[in-house]
């Protein structure tokens, strides 16, 4: 299937990789001419600039974006918009506000273009081998762009979830819950480590992965970032936040739904950024481990 990638971080490159690896062809585009080549080197067409993209792109055109959340996104859209045509399909697959998709679906429409908003998850590791992916928007293009979904994701790993917005809200839900348990995480190593017994944290973390209540992938997490630092000394612990779990509360607030655990998992973050302790150099270590985003090494 042929499609433009426009937006090659982290997270883009992986998936855009990904893809190519399946036969998919794909015209790229970045701001970072070193990202474009790296991807063109894997075979992907090269574009400088937004119309070279869509003028190398067949009708029905479907572009996907990888661009960070707000401005980045709106201006984006705003030159897509006068490159488009009626029956034209835009994925944002970032990590957008639901409120910000429906009314980027509503300028779109307007034009006669399709938007989809694509909530991501998976981390890096995902987005590489196996991403999953939750869609809102109209079904028509859901369908259209299915083959992609289909092979970016795992086995069982996309779903259509409704109308535009539903895709990001969903994400940011799923963000939500991930504070949480991150949260949970941390705190209980923190106890451990606390408790006056000689706990090699490692080693119970390796063992909590296999069999218990509490195994998984973040679990797994845990042994990969202790094995790389026992005490995780470099982390200051000053947990940054993208956003999602903010509007997550904010939601829960207009909707009146109790979260209170995910509202102390935000909360937390904010008090971490004036304290240090293993709990929050935990959670940072996951953060990185599974998005490979940036955390504060200590002085």
């Not at 299937?1 to 992986?14: D, E, P, Q, S, T």
Request: aromatic content about 8%; proline content about 2%; overall charge negative.
């Amino acid at each position: 299937m042929k499609a433009g990638f426009i937006g090659l971080g982290k997270m883009g490159f992986n998936l855009a990789s990904h893809l190519l690896e399946y036969g998919h062809e794909l015209v790229v585009f970045d701001i970072s001419r070193e990202a474009v080549a790296a991807l063109s080197e894997k075979g992907a067409v090269a574009a400088a600039s937004l119309q070279e993209l869509v003028s190398l792109l067949d009708s029905p055109r479907i572009v996907w974006l990888m661009v960070p959340a707000g401005d980045p996104v709106d201006n984006t859209l705003e030159r897509l918009h006068s490159l488009l045509q009626r029956g034209d399909i835009i994925v944002d697959g970032g990590n957008s506000r639901y409120t910000d998709s429906v009314r980027r679906a509503t300028f779109l429409q307007e034009a006669g273009i399709s938007f989809l908003d694509a909530g991501t998850s998976g981390g890096l590791e995902g987005a590489r081998h196996g991403a999953c992916v939750m869609v809102g928007g109209e079904k028509a293009a859901y369908e259209l762009i299915e083959p992609l979904l289909k092979d970016l994701c795992v086995e069982n790993g996309y779903t259509y979830t409704g109308n535009s917005g539903s895709g990001h809200f969903a994400k940011m839900v799923h963000n939500g819950i991930e504070y949480g348990m991150m949260q949970a995480i941390g705190e209980g190593f923190d106890l451990l480590q606390s408790s006056g017994y000689d706990f090699n944290l490692e080693e119970l973390s390796r063992v909590w992965t296999n069999g218990s209540v509490i195994r998984g992938w973040l679990m797994e997490l845990v042994v990969r970032a202790l094995q790389k630092d026992p005490g995780l000394e470099c982390l200051s612990g000053r947990i940054a936040d993208s956003g999602e779990g903010r509007w997550t509360v904010e939601a829960a607030l207009e909707h009146e739904v109790s979260i209170p655990v995910i509202a102390s998992a935000l909360f937390n973050r904010y008090r971490s950024r004036s304290d240090n302790n293993l709990s929050d150099r935990l959670v940072a270590a996951l953060r990185h481990e599974f998005g490979g985003h940036s955390f504060s090494e200590k002085p």
